[in-house]
Nanobody, 122 residues
Framework: QVQLVESGGGLVQAGGSLRLSCAAS????????MGWFRQAPGKEREFVAA????????DYLDSVKGRVTISRENAKNTVYLQMNSLKPEDTAVYYC???????????????WGQGTQVTVSS
């Protein structure tokens, strides 16, 4: 069992930055692929980024490439999402998730956090 708690969301102006954090419980954090997803109002939840077990592999949604960086600190059981040059269309609830396998599909991710709201004003 893994419990995930996100933090770092908030209101920011377009062009600004936010860093989301996701703290995981348990002693097996490094055994999970970690991902970030988001759900905008009226839209389905979508993949944003993923990072492999030891950070060697990363994957990003095309629309966030170059603006978003996912990273992890296994010693702190924490995964981060650094978001720069934010746009109003980045407004969403952001969720972190843990998976035993590599992938973008939500079906791969077994554990989910409660989400943190990111609002980007124009």
């Amino acid at each position: 069992q893994v419990q995930l708690v996100e933090s770092g969301g908030g209101l920011v102006q377009a062009g600004g930055s936010l860093r989301l954090s996701c703290a995981a419980s348990g002693r097996t954090f490094s055994s999970y692929v970690m991902g970030w997803f988001r759900q905008a109002p009226g839209k389905e939840r979508e993949f944003v980024a993923a990072i492999g077990w030891y950070g060697g592999n990363t994957d990003y949604l095309d629309s966030v490439k170059g603006r978003v960086t996912i990273s992890r600190e296994n010693a702190k059981n924490t995964v981060y999402l650094q978001m720069n040059s934010l746009k109003p269309e980045d407004t969403a609830v952001y969720y972190c998730a843990a998976a035993g396998l590599w992938g973008r599909s939500q079906n791969v991710y077994r554990y989910w956090g409660q989400g943190t709201q990111v609002t980007v004003s124009s």
